[in-house]
């Protein structure tokens, strides 16, 4: 069964920047495409960004756009998201999800989440 | 790229049925049919309970179902039980490869 674990959570102060990662196993990491989704407390899901399979083609939601970097190392079946000029609105748990296919599939898998706190 | 609308809450009583509605655009839910639900209880990751909108995941009980008309697509749940009491978010293909979620339904089971 696929098991996703994020990492790299904690607390920045704003303006500041992360790298979490997710580390994946279970499965074929190489051949999903993968995404990441934010979750601030006591709010809804909110979809972050987006990953193709083999990592060529990536996509953000506006109110990371620019300020965010996705990448994914086949190697290593570990996913990125660096993060810059954080904002205490980019607050959140960030779980990493898998794609049950392609970017138009559900996510049928997700990781348990890393806390990202933003604050001076 | 607006949340798709959801009820902030919904409630029933054991054994009956309660319907969450989740409306979109003719950019996603309309136009497409790749609506999925999850459900979410307190501190945990999102479950995946039904996709391409009608579809449901090995596992997930058949009093769990779904449907779309036009822009609002809706989750059904049949037969309420205590442990159907969690949150449900409705999310959606978008154009351009992106993802929408609903804000996510408060369901209580009375």
């Known amino acids: 069964e696929a098991q996703l674990l994020e990492s790299g959570g904690g607390l920045v102060e704003p303006g500041g920047s992360l790298r979490l990662s997710c580390a994946a196993s279970?499965?074929?990491?190489?051949?999903?495409?993968m995404s990441w989704v934010r979750q601030a407390p006591g709010k809804g899901l909110e979809w972050v960004s987006s990953?193709?399979?083999?990592?060529?083609?990536?996509h953000y939601a506006d109110s990371v756009k620019g300020r965010c970097t996705m990448s994914r190392d086949k190697s290593k079946n570990t996913l990125y998201l660096q993060f810059n000029s954080l904002r205490a609105e980019d607050t959140a748990i960030y779980y990493c999800?898998?794609?049950?296919?392609?970017?138009?599939?559900?996510?049928?898998?997700w990781g348990q989440g890393t806390l990202v706190t933003v604050s001076s | 790229q607006s949340a798709l609308t959801q009820p902030p809450s919904a409630s029933g009583s054991p054994g009956q049925s309660v319907t969450i509605s989740c409306t979109g655009t003719?950019?996603?839910?309309?136009?497409?049919?790749?609506v999925s639900w999850y459900q979410q209880h307190p501190g945990k990751a999102p479950k995946l309970m039904i996709y391409?909108?009608?579809k449901r995941p090995s596992g997930v009980p058949d009093r769990f179902s779904g449907s779309k008309s036009g822009n609002t697509a809706s989750l059904t749940v049949s037969g309420l039980q205590a442990e159907d009491e969690a949150d449900y978010f409705c999310?959606?293909?978008?154009?351009?490869?992106?993802?929408?979620f609903g804000g996510g339904t408060k369901l209580t089971v009375l």
């Open positions: 999800a898998k794609f049950l296919k392609w970017f138009y599939s559900p996510f049928d898998y």
């Open positions: 279970g499965f074929t990491f190489s051949s999903y495409a």
């Open positions: 990953i193709s399979s083999s990592g060529d083609s990536t």
């Open positions: 003719s950019s996603d839910v309309g136009g497409y049919n790749y």
């Open positions: 391409e909108v009608t």
């Open positions: 999310s959606s293909y978008a154009d351009t490869n992106t993802v929408l």
